[in-house]
């Protein structure tokens, strides 16, 4: 069956009323994640993880709300960048520049507009991008052995600290954290208890659903508490939208290139949407006539809007057909489709194709909705901003303890999201990124598994590891994903931190 065939069927999916709903849903509670500053598409994911199960919903359901949250905070982290030059997360900084001037001038809703029709333009275009690459990459990868995957699984662990990680050193320790969590348990090869102190609890391993929400969410409650245990932010006027289809057209280039990069930049390991979004943004300044970059032009809001809803969308390309996150949020929408008993990789588009295209084709849908919900309620998410944490925070908490809780009626899962949490917060305040842990935790057993599948087939031969083009290759881009960092990083992370200093002299 051809991908247009497959596609359609999708569509059939997306467009039930079931889907719509869980589509507009995840848009709206993914919007106000996004603007809220620091909470960021990964933890917005993280909370609402448990309220998917609690709901009891259906693999596509619950897949279909988690992206629709995902595309809706990669909207929304626009909107404090704007409005009060807060990026919602790293890669809507760069919206920053532009956006925050054009406030300044008056021009508030046209650059809150703008955005939200490049992030439209970069989301469509990178999902079209999904639906070429991703059916060519899953075949592809039925090619793939064992030792090719534990190959692949290296470098996804060696390009996780991306082009502008700050210490690869921290990147490897966590990822390690997380492999030797994913140890505990009954070993399925020989039925060896490993670090299960015979309590009845652990024999089936740490479940990284609980380890998700601790790490992300309540982590991110105590960092709430600490920064904002008082009032919300402050109340922003906008003006009137006075916005031209002239004003549309000048800004359509700028979408496009930003949106092909973007997806680039998602697909590609190790790159990421805070690099997409800054590539667009440097390379709208050169290849358009001067305007006034950094002085509130609308292709500086445009073109980083793009990139970043772009590479949002291109992350889910490695994620769905070889089953390596391409970014922190595709590692937690990993784990939620792990826990829902399907396992990523080229065949999910062979043993789960409704739920694939359904969801894919619910990318477009939710697009479409998010567009339509950004320009006319504007104002409301705005007013959202000014909410104090003090009354947000037993929401999301009470979200995320009902919702382990329903996994496994265990109150013991309770205090293993409050120690993770700890754990989060502690880790966090040392710069220990967190995504290699959960990455580490949901690639473990699979890593090891391949591990030793390979080294039974070669009777115990480790050069097996290196015995194909496929796995070398795959090994050179391993240890590229390991150096790059260290030689070109300290370049691009001046160049971001230029541009930064640059939004806070606005």
């Not at 956006?99 to 439209?120: Q, R, T, V």
């Not at 002239?246 to 092909?260: E, H, M, N, Q, Y």
């Not at 930049?265 to 290849?287: C, D, H, M, N, Q």
């Not at 598994?449 to 015995?467: E, M, T, Y």
Request: hydrophobic content about 55%; aromatic content about 8%; glycine content about 12%.
């Amino acid at each position: 069956m051809d991908t247009m065939s497959l596609l359609m069927q999708g569509f059939a999916v997306a467009l039930t009323p079931e889907s719509i709903m869980f589509a507009i849903i995840g848009a709206i509670l993914g919007t106000l994640i996004g603007a809220l500053p620091g909470l960021g598409p990964a933890n917005g994911v993280a909370i609402l993880i448990p309220l998917a199960f609690s709901l009891g919903l259906s693999p596509t359901s619950s897949l279909i709300l988690l992206t629709s949250v995902y595309a809706g905070a990669m909207y929304g982290g626009r909107i404090s960048s704007i409005l009060l030059n807060i990026p919602g997360d790293e890669p809507a900084m760069m919206t920053c520049l532009d956006g925050y001037p054009m406030a300044l001038k008056g021009k508030a809703a046209e650059a809150l507009a703008i955005s939200a029709i490049a992030s439209f333009i970069g989301s469509f275009i990178a999902t079209i991008g999904l639906v070429i690459l991703a059916p060519i990459l899953a075949k592809f990868a039925l090619k793939f052995g064992p030792s090719e995957y534990f190959a692949l699984f290296a470098l996804a662990f060696a390009t996780l600290g991306g082009i502008t990680g700050k210490n690869q050193f921290k990147t490897l320790m966590a990822a390690a954290i997380g492999l030797m969590i994913a140890t505990v348990g009954i070993d399925i090869s020989t039925g060896v208890q490993r670090f299960t102190f015979n309590t009845l609890e652990l024999f089936e391993g740490v479940d990284f659903i609980i380890a998700i929400v601790g790490l992300f969410a309540i982590s991110e409650l105590l960092f709430f508490l600490e920064r904002h245990a008082g009032d919300g932010l402050k109340q922003v006027a906008i003006n009137k939208l006075k916005l031209s289809p002239k004003d549309i057209i000048k800004v359509l280039p700028a979408s496009f290139r930003g949106a092909v990069l973007g997806f680039v930049a998602g697909v590609l390991p190790g790159a990421g949407a805070s690099l997409g979004s800054f590539i667009s943004y440097t390379l709208e300044k050169r290849v358009s006539d001067k305007g006034e970059f950094g002085k509130g032009d609308p292709r500086g809001v445009a073109a980083p809007e793009a990139g970043n809803n772009g590479a949002a969308s291109g992350a889910l390309v490695p994620m769905l057909t070889l089953g390596v996150p391409g970014s922190g949020t595709t590692a937690v929408l990993l784990a939620m489709l792990i826990s829902l008993n399907i396992s990523p990789g080229p065949m999910l588009f062979q043993q789960n194709a409704d739920l694939v295209w359904g969801v894919i084709a619910a990318m477009f849908v939710g697009n479409l909705v998010l567009l339509l919900l950004n320009i006319p309620m504007v104002g409301i998410f705005v007013k959202l901003l000014s909410i104090p944490p003090k009354y947000l925070m037993p929401i999301v908490t009470l979200i995320a303890s009902v919702g382990i809780y329903s996994v496994s009626h265990s109150a013991l899962d309770l205090y293993f999201m409050i120690g993770f949490g700890v754990l989060g917060y502690i880790f966090r305040k040392v710069d220990i990124p967190l995504v290699p842990i959960i990455l580490g935790m949901l690639l473990g057993p699979e890593m090891e598994k391949s591990l030793r599948h390979a080294l039974v087939l070669s009777d115990g031969d480790w050069s097996v590891l290196f015995n194909s083009g496929l796995s070398i290759g795959l090994w050179t881009v391993a240890i590229l994903g390991l150096v790059l960092p260290i030689v070109v990083g300290p370049i691009v992370r001046a160049k971001m931190k230029k541009s930064k200093d640059a939004v806070k002299d606005v």
